[in-house]
């Protein structure tokens, strides 16, 4: 019984330095733009993107809708990102805590959909940005 509670007690202390291991990949470094398309409404709009690694910083705006914010990540993968986004200027204008998930295409490009569940039970927009800058990683 004493071995379960001290594997406990490690299992619990090591938890969340697992869960802050997880890292976003140097292939998202960089400005994205592109053009959302929403399913439901079949409405478009712009999307900029913009992370930087050096201050693990991830902004998001949509200038035509008058909203931005920036993404929390839930889950990493090689090649998929998972986030919530957090909108935090214009909050009546989108969605706020939207699942998002980011693919990998290629060093120019990375495909997004967008979740809502509790709402939608499927994507609900989605988009392919190209990279506009690809930001320097500082030594």
């Known amino acids: 019984m004493r071995n ?3 594997a406990l007690v490690v299992f619990v202390l090591l938890l969340p330095n697992f869960c802050r291991s997880q890292e976003i990949p ?4 960089g400005v994205w733009e592109g053009v959302g ?3 439901p409404t079949n409405s478009t709009w712009r999307i900029d993107l913009s992370y930087d690694k050096s201050k693990d910083s991830i ?4 200038p035509s809708l008058n909203c931005s914010g920036h993404w ?7 090649n998929r990102l998972v986030f ?7 909050v009546d204008n989108c969605d706020n805590n939207v699942k998002v998930v980011v693919n990998y295409v290629d060093e120019n490009y990375i495909s997004i959909a967008y979740f809502i ?4 039970d499927n994507v609900v927009a989605y988009s392919v940005l190209k990279r506009k800058q690809k930001k320097i990683k500082k030594v």
């Open 37 to 39: 398309y929403q399913a």
């Open 26 to 29: 140097e292939w998202l470094n």
């Open 117 to 120: 569940p509790l709402i939608f």
């Open 84 to 90: 919530v986004e957090k909108i935090t200027e214009g």
């Open 72 to 78: 929390e990540l839930l889950d990493a993968r090689e």
């Open 4 to 6: 379960i509670q001290i």
């Open 59 to 62: 902004s998001i705006g949509y």
